[in-house]
């Protein structure tokens, strides 16, 4: 993203200028690097599109994300509530090209970080149905495991056992999966040895 940045800007690509952007501050957030993810994405802010898009929704998104970590949930809950009803109005998924649009999840961050367990339960529950229904195993694994510490916290072994059953139950299908890949993947290789 750094090296395509300049490249981007030579040519006036506004477009690419902004995904640049976005892409470094989620790279930068990811590395708890949460100012320089708030100047970046404060410049893929000031370059979005107007129009509606799932990228705009990411973009709001990120940002509230950046302000939840810098503790900040007054400036996150209306780029939150923007980001849900661009989201919503558009129909967009959780899972997309674009990449993951964790709305559900990051309203959970933020009323545990208000102390409403209710509504932070009922964001998480969302976005794990929402990933589950859209095949998206890495965001349901991370939700699985966050539903089994939630309950764990609150003294709900039951609920917390279940939820962890249920992550180990696909994250042994995932594997699963990645054996029969992998297994494909050597057996091409071989093939490949053999026709040179």
Known sequence: ARK???LSQKQKDTSGINYCYATISRIELNAGKYNEALAAINESTRLMSKRVSQRVANIYATKAEIYLKLNHPDLALPLLTRAKKVTDSAGFKTVSSVGYTEIDYDFYDYYLGQGNSAEAERSLLTAYQKSSNEQGVPLQLK?????GNFYQKRGQPEKSEK???????????REEGLHDFKVAQYEIDQNDKVQK
Do not use: H, I
Request: proline fraction near 5%; charged fraction near 25%.
């Open 143 to 147: 939700y699985l495991r966050e539903l």
């Open 4 to 6: 395509a940045l300049p």
């Open 163 to 173: 939820y962890f059953q249920e992550f180990f139950k696909v994250f042994d299908a």
